[in-house]
């Protein structure tokens, strides 16, 4: 009998992370969505944005707005 490589301890701690990180970005999710924010996904190398019905959409909505991290902050510095 081949003996598994981690214990039934490290499994139980694997999966309590994923877990937590489960909730993590489900809770980042409707964050974002309460804030207007479109959630992002990479689907086999291609990007799709979430739409406000909760219909994922190729087109980005940023494309038609000025990116100010592009254009340099015009802010004082602080």
Do not use: H, W
Not at 36 to 57: D, F
Request: glycine letters at 6%; one cysteine or more.
């Amino acid at each position: 009998m081949i003996r598994p490589r981690l214990t039934a301890e490290t499994y139980a701690t694997i999966d309590e992370i994923v877990r937590v990180g489960n909730r993590a970005v489900a809770n980042a999710q409707d964050e974002s969505r309460r804030l207007g924010v479109p959630n992002v996904y990479s689907i086999n190398g291609r990007l799709y944005y979430e739409t406000c019905a909760g219909e994922l959409s190729t087109t980005d909505p940023y494309v038609s707005r000025e990116r100010v991290t592009e254009q340099g902050d015009e802010r004082e510095p602080e």
